[in-house]
C-alpha cells in the first residue's frame, strides 16, 4: 500500500516537474508567457476609461483577467492535454507507466498551476501597482477560499473533460478555441454576470469560473456587492461540490474512455 | 479554359496548395453546417462582450462610441491572421511532422506559410464581414462604404498580415512549442496598441507614442475612414503603402535570416515533445 502511494506521488511529482521546468527552459516564450498577456487585460481597462466607467470597472477587469489565465490553461494544457501527446505520439507512454492516469492528471494539473500562476502574479502586479485600481479585502477568508476551491474545481474539470477529448479528433482543437470567447461572454470575464440576466447567468453559473469571478468581485471590489449574482456562500458552496464532482466524474470518464479509445484503436491514431 | 496546374512556378503551385491544405485542415473536421457556425460564434462573441460592456456603463446599444468600437474589432479579427500564422510552424514542426517534406519539396517554404495565412485571412474577412452585415442589420449601425478607399485599405492589410506572418515565424523558429502563447501575447499587444477598441489618446502620453507609431492603428482608422465611421486619418495613403513596402522588404530579410540561423542552428526541425 505504501510502496502504491509512493509510486502514484512520483507520478505525480514527474509530470508536475515537467510543467514547472518549462518556463525557464524557452526563455525566448518567457515575454509572450508572462509580460503580453497583461497587455489584454489592459486594453479592457482603458476601453472603459474610454467610456467613461467607474475605476472599479478596471478592477472587476483585473479579476477577470487574473481568472482567464487559469481558464486558457486549463483549456490548452489540461483538457486538450490528452490530445496533443496523443498527437505527438506519447499517449501509449502514458498508458504504459505503471502509474493511476489520475495521477499524471494530478501532476499536470499541479505544475500548470505553478506555471500558471506566475502569469496571473504579473497580471495582478500590473493592475495593482501601475494601473493602481482599488481594492479591498473585506473578506479575506471568503477570498482564499474562492480562489482554492475554483482552482480545484477548474483543474478538476479540466481533468474531466482531458477523457472526452482522449478520443476525440482534430474537432478537440477547435472545441478548445470555442471554448475561449463564448466562455468569456457567457461567465462574464470583463462584465457583471448578472448583466446577461437571470436564465443566461444561471445557465453560466454550471462553469466554475463564473462562480468564482462573481464570488471574488464581490469581496475583493469597493461596492462590489452591487455587481453580485449569487451571495458569496452559494459561490463558495456550489464550489466546493464541484471541486469534489469533477474529479470524481473524472476518474471514472478517463477509464471509460480509456476502453473505447483502446477498442476503437485511437490511443495511437494521430493526425485525424 | 483549364489552367494547367502543372505549368506554374513551382513557388505559385506551392502557395495553391497550401492554401487549400489550410482550408482543409481548418474546416473539414466537421460538417460545412457546423464550421460556419464555428467561424461566426467566435467573432460573434468577442463583439458581444464588448456591447455588453458598453450596455453595462451607457444603458444603451447605440453611439458614436459604440460604432468606433464593433467597427476596429470586426477589423482586428483580420490582423490577427497574421499572427495565427505561428500554428503554422507548430503545426508542421511538432505535430504533423512535415516540416521537413514540405521544406525540401520545390518552392520555398516563405509560400507554403503564406499560403496556410492566406486561407486563415479568408476565413477571418468572412467573420468580418458577417459581424459588419449584422451590424448594420441587427444593431442598425450607421455604415456607409467608400469602395476606393475601402479596397486600398484591404490591398494594405494584406500587406500588414504578411509583415506579421513574416516577423512572428521568425520567432516561433526558436521556440520549441508554445505557438498559443505567442498568439495571444501579441494579439494582446495589438489589442492594446493598434486604437481598436479606444482611441490611442485614452492611452497616457508614454504609451500613446507606440500606439501612434504602430501602422495597425493607422489602418484601422483607415478602415473605418472606408465605411464611413470617421474622417480619413492624417497619414496619406500613398505614403502610408511606401511606408509598409518598406517594412515588408525589411521583414522579408529579417524571416530569411531567421530561417538560415534555425536552419544552422538545427531549430529548425526540432522537436521538443512536451
Sequence with gaps: MFKKILRELRAIRGRAYVRMVSIRRDLLLLPFQVILPVLAVAAYIYLYRFIGAPPEYGTLVLIGGVMTTYWLNVLWSMASQLYWERMMGNLQIYFLVPASKMSILLGMAVGSMYTTSIRALSTLFVGLVIFRLPIELKNPVAAILLFFLSLSALYGMGMLLSSVFLVWGREAWHLSSLFQEPIYLLSGFYFPVKSLGITLATVASLIPVTLALDGMRQVLIPGGEKMGFLPVWINILILAVMALVFPYLAYYGLNYMERLAKKEGRITTRWQ | ?274
Design chain 2, 1 to 274: 479554359m483549364a489552367i494547367d496546374f502543372s505549368s506554374l512556378p513551382a513557388y505559385l503551385r506551392k502557395f495553391l496548395l497550401s492554401l487549400w491544405a489550410g482550408w482543409k485542415i481548418t474546416s473539414n473536421w466537421t460538417e460545412p453546417l457546423l464550421f460556419m457556425v464555428y467561424l461566426i460564434v467566435k467573432p460573434l462573441s468577442s463583439v458581444l462582450i464588448l456591447i455588453v460592456m458598453f450596455y453595462v456603463i451607457t444603458g444603451s446599444f447605440t453611439g458614436e462610441q459604440l460604432l468606433f468600437i464593433y467597427v476596429g474589432n470586426a477589423f482586428f479579427s483580420i490582423v490577427r491572421a497574421g499572427v495565427s500564422s505561428v500554428w503554422v510552424i507548430t503545426e508542421d514542426r511538432e505535430w504533423f511532422e512535415t516540416i521537413k517534406p514540405i521544406f525540401i519539396s520545390p518552392g520555398s517554404y516563405l509560400s507554403h506559410i503564406l499560403g496556410r495565412t492566406s486561407a486563415e485571412f479568408l476565413f477571418s474577412v468572412f467573420s468580418s464581414v458577417i459581424l459588419l452585415v449584422a451590424g448594420f442589420f441587427v444593431l442598425k449601425l450607421p455604415l456607409g462604404i467608400n469602395l476606393p478607399l475601402f479596397i486600398s485599405t484591404i490591398i494594405l492589410t494584406l500587406i500588414i498580415t504578411t509583415i506579421l506572418a513574416l516577423l512572428f515565424c521568425s520567432v516561433a523558429f526558436f521556440v520549441g512549442h508554445g505557438g498559443e502563447f505567442i498568439v495571444e501575447g501579441a494579439s494582446g499587444f495589438l489589442y492594446l496598441f493598434s486604437g481598436v477598441i479606444f482611441p490611442a489618446s485614452t492611452l497616457p502620453t508614454f504609451l500613446r507614442i507606440i500606439a501612434e507609431a504602430n501602422p495597425i492603428t493607422h489602418l484601422t482608422n483607415f478602415f473605418r475612414a472606408s465605411l464611413g465611421v470617421s474622417a480619413a486619418p492624417q497619414v496619406e495613403l500613398w505614403k502610408f503603402y511606401l511606408i509598409s513596402l518598406i517594412i515588408l522588404a525589411l521583414s522579408y530579410f529579417i524571416f530569411n535570416r531567421a530561417l538560415k540561423l534555425a536552419l544552422k542552428t538545427g531549430m529548425f526541425d526540432q522537436k521538443l515533445g512536451h
